[in-house]
């Protein structure tokens, strides 16, 4: 029962950044929204960890099977990809190079302000 109740928190979490998807007219995936409301729920204690740690490690866990519909997807319309396949690789690998650099300078800078912080407050 207990997992029932943690996906359950999850789904709705989720279905509230669907819902903020179309009341906001930004380009914005619901994904996104949900995300954004999960951190928030649980930066200021709303929904608490161990609400949900089981369900969303095991969610985590089983993340890369959730890839085979979209690789499926994929393969489906290699007709249309099959012209411009070499673009779409580049693409790929060029976005993600730069969102790993972008996600590590700010953990890098959080990481930094956080020992910042922490050096203070023992200083007192």
């Known amino acids: 029962m207990r997992y029932l109740k943690q996906f359950l928190i999850i789904i709705t979490v989720s279905f509230i950044g669907e819902i903020c998807k179309r009341l906001i007219p930004l380009p914005i995936s619901a994904s996104v929204y949900g995300v954004i409301l999960m951190f928030l729920c649980l930066e ?33 319309s290699w007709s249309l990809i099959r012209a411009s396949w070499l673009s779409y690789v580049i693409i790929s690998v060029l976005s993600t190079v730069f969102v790993m650099a972008v996600a590590g300078i700010i953990t890098q800078m959080v990481a930094d302000h956080c020992k910042g912080q922490k050096g203070d407050t023992n200083d007192q």
């Open 44 to 76: 200021l204690r709303v929904i608490k960890v161990s609400d949900i740690k089981e369900t969303s490690a095991f969610l985590i866990e089983i993340m890369p099977v959730m890839f085979i519909p979209a690789a499926v997807g994929l393969i489906d």
